[in-house]
Structure formats: structure tokens, C-alpha cells
Nanobody, 121 residues
Framework: QVQLVESGGGLVQPGGSLRLSCAAS????????MGWYRQAPGKQRELVAT???????NYADSVKGRFTISRDNTKNTVYLQMNYLKPEDTAVYYC???????????????WGQGTQVTVSS
């Protein structure tokens, strides 16, 4: 079994910052791409940022220049540093990862439970 556990959400004023973390645990052979998605009330889930095991990161246009995704492969953890937050960034943020099983060597996609980010004065 594999679990993704997010942390770091909360309430912040416009212009503020938050750092989200997502740690993967369980039967992990290796982790390929990791990413963050978000879902605002009444809207579809959308991509925020992704980071491959090696290579370039990818960001939604709405967060470019404000958010930074990074990962620590020694801790099986992905981070999302969010700066200059806006009210429209309010959403539940979900961690996502492609994790290779150590026994089958198959890659499966996993989601975290989500963490609420609210940007309001």
C-alpha cells in the first residue's frame, strides 16, 4: 500500500505565503512524476504544477512566477511554495504521484486526501 499525506494548508491573507508538503510512504520502489492539483468549489480539479524525477517543472499559467514546486527524493516528499497568494488560489490542494511498485515494477497513480488553502482578508 502507498499513502500520500499532505500538510501545510490553512488560512492566509492575500499577498501571503504558504508551503505545502506531501510525503509518500508504503511500498515504494521509485517515484516518477509528482505534482499538485487543486479544486475550488464548483470547479473541476486543475493542474497546478508537476515535477518529474528528472527534467523540467511545469506550471499552470495562473501560478507561474508565484508558486515553486520542488522535491526531496531522499524523503519521498514534494513541496509547493506558494507566494503572493490571491483569493482565487482558494481551493483544496491535492498531491499526486506516479509510484513504481518494488515487486511488480508497475507504475500506479496515487492521490493524497487534500489540504484546504483559503486566501482571505
Amino acid at each position: 500500500q502507498v499513502q500520500l499525506v499532505e500538510s501545510g494548508g490553512g488560512l492566509v491573507q492575500p499577498g501571503g505565503s504558504l508551503r505545502l508538503s506531501c510525503a509518500a510512504s508504503g511500498k515504494i520502489g521509485s517515484i516518477e512524476a509528482m505534482g499538485w492539483y487543486r479544486q475550488a468549489p464548483g470547479k473541476q480539479r486543475e493542474l497546478v504544477a508537476t515535477i518529474p524525477s528528472t527534467g523540467s517543472t511545469n506550471y499552470a499559467d495562473s501560478v507561474k512566477g508565484r508558486f515553486t514546486i520542488s522535491r526531496d527524493n531522499t524523503k519521498n516528499t514534494v513541496y509547493l511554495q506558494m507566494n503572493y497568494l490571491k483569493p482565487e488560489d482558494t481551493a483544496v490542494y491535492y498531491c499526486n504521484a506516479d509510484i513504481v511498485s518494488p515487486s511488480t515494477l508497475w507504475s500506479n497513480n496515487f492521490w493524497g486526501q487534500g489540504t484546504q488553502v483559503t486566501v482571505s482578508s
